[in-house]
């Protein structure tokens, strides 16, 4: 694998995992498969991209009051990143609800402590 045109060390594997990257590093890196058999076939490249920015903000979608009392919604996000939903009565004091790992863009959640309060706020925001 090369990264502006120069090999990353040690990158000969068919599955490179990076650690931390940076926005600087946002750019499309090349993958060179060599193929070896008896029959005579030329490297071929392929171009692989690694973008890095700024996390998608949340958004909570689909908000239901359910005749229990319970609170359902959908958490909108980046699938693989944390979130956490938090609460509050007064958009003041916020308190952690759930810690969320999406696993897709679409998450749905439950706040089942919804009728001890006679009204509720909701936020989402990424943790690390």
């Known amino acids: 694998m ?3 045109g120069a090999n990353i ?8 995992a990076f650690g931390q990257r940076s926005e600087f590093q946002s750019r499309p890196y090349s993958v060179v498969v060599t ?3 008896n029959l005579f ?3 071929t490249a392929f171009t692989a991209g690694l973008f890095i920015g700024p996390p998608t903000q949340p958004s909570l979608l ?6 229990d009392g319970s609170f359902h919604g959908v958490l909108q996000g980046q699938a693989y990143r944390n979130y956490a939903i938090d609460i509050s009565t007064n958009l003041t004091n916020w308190a952690a609800l759930i810690p969320l790992t999406a696993t897709n863009t679409l998450n749905p959640f439950t706040d089942s402590t919804a009728t001890n309060a006679p009204q509720r706020f909701y936020r989402a925001r990424v943790v690390p």
């Open 62 to 67: 689909n908000s239901q009051l359910f005749p």
């Open 9 to 16: 060390n040690n990158a000969t594997n068919t599955t490179l």
């Open 2 to 4: 090369q990264f502006n």
């Open 41 to 43: 076939v030329p490297p």
């Open 35 to 37: 193929v070896t058999t």
